[in-house]
Each structure stands twice: as structure tokens, then as C-alpha cells.
């Protein structure tokens, strides 16, 4: 059964930083993709940054490019996400996902059939 399991959150200021992590079990080989969403309150789920898995091929929502970093370690199977300059905007939970097919819109949340429970991420003012 694949798990898929967030830390890092917190409450931060505006310019802060902050560090996700995605631990990722129970399956063998690779997630073609792995991604973090987000969700603020009244919002839709929206693709933050994407990583094709093998090739390590990235993709960025145009909110967060040039300030969010993904990045995976497939040895141990953990996925991150280095958040820095961080907005108010940026305030929501973030949810890590994976994506076994690799014929797949890469933006879209339907695409992902395994998440995590989410962590949620503050920045104040």
C-alpha cells in the first residue's frame, strides 16, 4: 500500500522560509511523477511544482517559480519542496502526490491517485 506522508509545515513571516518533506513507502520502483498541491481555505487544489521522477524533468505553477524548489531523492524516497520568499498567498495546506502513469496532464490533481494528508503552511504579515 503505498503511503505517502508530509512534515515541515508551520507559521512563518512574510520572506521566510520554509522546508516540506514527502516520505514515500510501500511500492517498488518509481512514481512516474511526484508533485505538491495546495489548498487555501475556499479554494480549489492547485498544482504547486511537479517532478517527473526518473529524469527529475521539472514543473512549476507561474505563482511560485523562482521561489519554490522541488526536488527528489529517489534512494530514499523522499520528495521535497524548499519554500523561500515566502507570500501570504502561500498560506494553505500542502499535499504531496504521486502519479503512476506517465500519460498524464501533469498539472491536473485527478491525474494523482496517491496523496498524503497534507500539511499546512501559515505565512503572516
Known amino acids: 500500500q503505498v503511503r505517502l506522508m508530509e512534515s515541515g509545515g508551520g507559521s512563518v513571516q512574510a520572506g521566510e522560509s520554509l522546508r516540506l518533506v514527502c516520505a514515500a513507502s510501500g511500492y517498488d520502483g518509481y512514481m512516474s511523477y511526484m508533485a505538491w498541491f495546495r489548498q487555501a481555505p475556499g479554494k480549489e487544489r492547485e498544482a504547486v511544482a511537479i517532478i517527473k521522477s526518473q529524469v527529475h524533468i521539472t514543473y512549476y505553477a507561474a505563482s511560485v517559480k523562482g521561489r519554490f524548489t522541488i526536488s527528489l531523492d529517489n534512494a530514499e524516497r523522499t520528495l521535497y519542496l524548499q519554500m523561500d520568499t515566502l507570500a501570504l498567498e502561500d498560506t494553505a495546506v500542502y499535499y504531496c502526490?504521486?502519479?503512476?502513469?506517465?500519460?498524464?496532464?501533469?498539472?491536473?490533481?485527478?491525474?494523482?491517485?496517491?496523496w498524503g494528508q497534507g500539511t499546512q503552511v501559515t505565512v503572516s504579515s
Open positions: 502526490a504521486a502519479a503512476e502513469s506517465l500519460a498524464i496532464r501533469v498539472f491536473h490533481p485527478a491525474e494523482y491517485v496517491h
